[in-house]
């Protein structure tokens, strides 16, 4: 137990002070960007609670890789000095920690796309905030599905009720298009005084007001510009 | 009675566990698709019986023409409940992509054989579609599906693979029933196939 407490203050020590771990790159408070791994957070947990696709953070996902491989790299160059296995374990957990923040963020909008593909790929808003590889997997994916139903039933059927999107080519619009939820209930905390209209446009103009820090249970619609700006955070 | 077998289809669906695939019921679907083709044929000849009457086909409203509205909304039940039933599979397939792996061979072979051989096509070219995106993006997304808590974990080997397996920074011998302390990235995979179990207390 003793020895334990002597490493931990030697451990600290080494994190306090920059010029014992060779080069002030490699101090710790500056080895993973703590402003980009909150920002990071933040788009993560924003990108899970809302129920369709947020723009995509292009920046920051390109900057959080080249951190995480610079990382990656500095914890194999002290494995290979024999640095205190500790001191790399505690690196190395926090590289985890944040590789498993930025796949999950990538995969939890890849299986939104796959959700509502066909959406997607129609509404402009949404297409603008893909990123340009995964507008290319949408429009694949996409294809794929429509060969899938084509073999699978669509080719079966007679000749007026063939289309992937249409119910038959009377339908006027494609109202086979699932769409996302935009009503859902979601937890919001507002990081400004926000005002928010609660009903559209024209109809009885009553309004929320958000103090900062204050939480609230509340449509999706109705925060959803806020959220785009920055002023609200989805929990 | 119209529409019910569309229904029966769906029901079967339904019963499984949410989640888990049933087999492909062939018998019901091709039942439903040939029920969509009675209503096509008689959809067409009442059609053209009011047209023989010299009726208006898109304005007249006679027997004829409702029962051919019929025919065409029975068709169009059909069509959503084939689709609907073809979609959840598919939506199943991916999710099996996600969970258990991208090679077609990696599924066990209990699932391999509820699949017909279009849906296995489906999987197989998700699969690409998803590795050439990861590809692009330079990041493995398969991995990594948990928060990490601890970067090692214990796993006891569920079955025989000796030298099948890859880690990166030792190599051991995996025999079946032996206890290993392994990092979790690399014990994922095998977790997720059942070859590996974590052994958690």
């Given at each position: 137990m003793g020895i334990f407490k002597q490493r931990e203050r030697e451990i600290f020590d080494l994190m306090a002070s920059s010029s014992e771990v060779g080069g002030s790159s490699a101090d710790y408070e500056t080895m993973m960007s703590t402003s980009d791994v909150e920002l990071l957070k933040r788009a993560w947990r924003n990108e899970k609670a809302a129920p369709e696709i947020l723009q995509y953070e292009g920046a920051l996902v390109e900057r959080a890789k080249e951190q995480i491989e610079l990382v990656e790299e500095t914890i194999e160059d002290y494995v290979e000095n024999g640095k205190d296995p500790l001191l790399v374990s505690l690196y190395q957990m926090d590289l985890d920690r944040t590789q498993f923040l930025l796949r999950s963020y990538l995969r939890v909008r890849l299986v939104k796309i796959e959700k509502f593909m066909f959406h997607n790929l129609k509404s402009e808003e949404a297409e603008r905030r893909l990123s340009e590889q995964e507008r290319v997997f949408a429009t694949k994916c996409a294809d794929d599905l429509v060969k899938h139903f084509e073999e699978t039933v669509l080719l079966k059927l007679p000749e007026n009720y063939q289309s992937v999107l249409k119910q038959s080519q009377i339908s006027e619009v494609d109202d086979m298009v699932p769409q996302p939820h935009l009503d859902t209930f979601v937890v919001c905390r507002s990081n400004n005084f926000v005002s928010l209209n609660l009903y559209e446009e024209g109809e009885s103009p009553e309004t929320v007001e958000m103090e900062r820090g204050d939480l609230y249970f509340i449509r999706y619609k109705i925060v959803k510009g806020a959220i785009e700006s920055g002023q609200i955070d989805l929990i | 009675?119209?529409?019910?077998?569309?229904?029966?289809?769906?029901?079967?669906?339904?019963?499984?566990?949410?989640?888990?695939?049933?087999?492909?019921?062939?018998?019901?679907?091709?039942?439903?698709?040939?029920?969509?083709?009675?209503?096509?044929?008689?959809?067409?000849?009442?059609?053209?019986?009011?047209?023989?009457?010299?009726?208006?086909?898109?304005?007249?409203?006679?027997?004829?023409?409702?029962?051919?509205?019929?025919?065409?909304?029975?068709?169009?039940?059909?069509?959503?409940?084939?689709?609907?039933?073809?979609?959840?599979?598919?939506?199943?397939?991916?999710?099996?992509?996600?969970?258990?792996?991208?090679?077609?061979?990696?599924?066990?072979?209990?699932?391999?054989?509820k699949l017909t051989s279009l849906e296995k096509e489906y999987f197989k070219n998700h699969s690409v579609t998803l590795k050439s995106y990861m590809g692009k993006v330079g990041i493995e997304l398969n991995v990594d599906m948990v928060p990490p808590k601890d970067p090692y974990i214990k796993v006891r080997i569920l079955d025989d693979i000796d030298e099948g397996i890859v880690l990166s920074d030792k190599t051991t011998n995996f025999a079946r029933h032996s206890m290993h302390f392994l990092k979790r990235t690399d014990a994922e995979p095998y977790i997720a196939r059942g070859q590996m179990e974590e052994l958690t207390d």
């Open positions: - | 009675m119209y529409g019910r077998k569309g229904y029966q289809l769906l029901k079967d669906f339904a019963s499984g566990e949410k989640g888990q695939l049933k087999p492909f019921n062939s018998k019901l679907f091709d039942e439903t698709i040939e029920e969509c083709d009675q209503n096509h044929h008689l959809m067409q000849s009442l059609m053209r019986k009011m047209q023989q009457e010299d009726l208006d086909v898109q304005n007249s409203r006679n027997a004829d023409h409702y029962g051919a509205l019929i025919h065409h909304l029975s068709l169009m039940r059909n069509k959503r409940c084939l689709m609907a039933y073809v979609y959840n599979r598919a939506e199943i397939v991916r999710d099996l992509a996600w969970r258990v792996g991208l090679e077609l061979l990696d599924l066990p072979s209990e699932i391999q054989e």
